[in-house]
């Protein structure tokens, strides 16, 4: 099976450039089998779901086989299928199926670790000498028996954990269930590339790389130093999270990194069309890592980060955001690098939540917030749910699964409230998620008058709005791979434009609670959104226009 090969799929090798990804997390999409977790089945049926919104790619979170200690991001087989999840054939159907439609499909690769149930650490932690010994990143204690040094996992605590068996300690910056690989042994280097390698042979069309930046420790285990407390707060604050204490400045984002992952995009090389998108977090450092691990065309062909998937919400901020990673790009690789923005995924509270507060109707809020995100210079991520302008769920403590948020509760909640079950009915079994008696988290009540069948053919839903927002996209060029310009705007509203070759776009957004009157440029033809009026543009709270501008 090859995706390159499918008829149905462009020969584009940079169809990625600009690309719009449609996140899926399968435990929460679509059951088929009726035991309350969603799977790949389920998946393949809601695949027309996906097409008819206008989108080029889908995004799986993992579903290979794992103990589900962090929900398949603890991984105990990189090329099997967790039976909650299907089989391969499985798989392979839906891979087809969506080739069939169209559409590109990319999966997660969670290769900084592994599961403690993967038969690589059972080799390694049985004793210091045997072939895997070195494949994971063991230490022995201080003197006094404490670890070897100050460094924290993000899940809180000590990023290591002692293994009496070796009696060493082994590192793991998430869960202690899921121990940190070994990148400095070449030999680690190759098993994980042969386990892309399946995947593509497989026919997938590309890869999410999760913790992109944290493959690569400080092989001398240098302690990190203390965070500036001033900087603010956020989750991982010290007054949440101890992790926010230090600056992970030898913990991740090694410079060893690097040679990696021209290693990984010379495999993807070899399957013509592949290309990756790698998850960046690494504080207020992350741009700039965004930009040099994307600079040139030997690395990965985008990055995003979580710089926009927090609750600011002004001009000043997406601009900024854009502008910072521009002047990276400039510096690092002559304004090669290319991001990929996103607002919602399943790590972060949504935002239709974090941003209610600076509009009262939530389906025009919904509808602005694809505009904008779509607009800017890069490729974009939506997550599943986002279409339907879905907020936050409030999942009771007793409901919660999310180690993270279990950990943390009440202060902070974890991960659960973006993960619950997608809406497809407002009325029948769990939404139409599923014809189980109890899902794996509740299907939110909240949730059940923005089913999909309630939006359906309403041009004023956010599902709508997004249909129509995408497709009219997908027909100008410049919104895709164009240049970015910004331009000097009122008080609350962001301004720029996107030009091309034979083609530019002018984007005015109103992101304030009043009314502003934006200059329009000489020869502009409005093309989207209402307020013009000859040379200037009376933009309404929330709202966003569009023009053509003629070149000269």
């Known amino acids: 099976m090859s995706a390159a090969s499918n008829s149905q799929l462009s020969g584009n090798p940079d169809w990625w450039r600009g690309a719009v990804i449609y996140q899926i997390y399968p435990r929460s999409y679509q059951d088929s089998t009726g035991n309350g977790v969603g799977d790949i089945k389920g998946i393949t049926e809601r695949l027309d779901h996906i097409k008819s919104l206008g989108v080029d790619a889908i995004w799986l979170s993992p579903f290979f086989t794992s103990p589900m200690k962090d929900f398949g991001y603890d991984v105990s087989d990189y090329c099997g299928v967790d039976p909650v999840f299907g089989t391969l054939d499985d798989f392979d159907v839906m891979v087809a199926r969506a080739h069939d439609l169209g559409l590109r499909v990319m999966i997660d690769q969670v290769l900084s670790h592994s599961s403690d149930q993967h038969p690589w650490f059972g080799e390694s932690r049985a004793d210091k000498t045997n072939s895997k010994a070195d494949w994971y990143v063991w230490a022995d204690a201080k003197a006094d028996g404490t670890p070897p040094n100050n460094w924290q996992s993000v899940f809180g605590g000590s990023a290591w954990t002692w293994d009496a068996r070796r009696c060493q300690y082994y590192l793991h910056n998430f869960l202690n269930s899921q121990p940190d690989l070994n990148f400095h042994i070449m030999e680690v280097q190759d098993a994980l590339l042969d386990t ?311 984007c005015a957004f109103n992101l304030g609670a009043a009314p502003v009157t934006i200059p329009l440029p000489a020869e502009a033809t409005p093309l989207k959104g209402v307020g013009f009026d000859g040379e200037t543009l009376l933009l309404a709270p929330i709202s966003a226009a569009f023009a053509e501008v003629t070149q000269a």
Not at 238 to 255: L, R
Request: with cysteine; glycine share 8%.
């Open 196 to 506: 892309v390698r399946f995947w593509l042979e497989r026919g997938v069309d590309g890869f999410r790389l999760d913790t992109v930046n944290f493959y690569v420790h400080n092989a001398d285990l240098t302690d990190n130093p203390p965070a500036d407390r001033s900087a603010g707060a956020g989750i991982d604050a010290p007054e949440v999270n101890p992790y926010g204490y230090q600056q992970h400045i030898h913990d991740k984002t090694q410079p060893e990194n690097i040679p990696f992952l021209k290693r990984f995009r010379a495999l993807l090389d070899s399957y013509p069309g592949a290309a990756a998108v790698g998850e960046v977090g690494d504080g207020s450092r992350s741009l700039q890592t965004m930009a040099e691990y994307t600079a040139g065309d030997d690395l990965l062909q985008m990055c995003y980060s979580f710089d926009m998937l927090g609750p600011k919400f002004s001009p000043e901020h997406f601009r900024g955001c854009v502008e910072a990673f521009t002047e990276a790009s400039d510096r690092f690789a002559d304004g090669t690098s290319w991001p990929c923005w996103a607002f919602s995924n399943h790590d972060v509270q949504r935002h239709m939540t974090r941003w209610a507060e600076h509009c009262d109707d939530p389906m025009q809020l919904a509808g602005f917030a694809v505009q904008l995100l779509t607009s800017l210079r890069g490729s974009v991520c939506i997550y599943q749910g986002e279409e339907l302008g879905l907020p936050e769920a409030d999942v009771a403590f007793e409901d919660l699964v999310d180690p993270y948020g279990i950990t943390f509760w009440p202060e902070f909640k974890g991960r659960d409230g973006c993960r619950t079950p997608m809406v497809w009915t407002k009325t029948g079994p769990q939404a139409g998620f599923s014809d189980a008696n109890k899902t794996w988290l509740p299907v939110p009540q909240e949730h059940l008058p923005l089913a999909v069948d309630q939006q359906a053919g309403q041009p004023a839903s956010a599902m709508e709005q997004y249909r129509t927002h995408l497709h009219w996209r997908a027909g100008r060029p410049s919104l895709i791979t164009g240049e970015i310009t910004f331009h000097d705007a009122p008080e609350g509203a962001l301004v720029f434009t996107r030009e091309t070759e034979g083609e530019v776009t002018f």
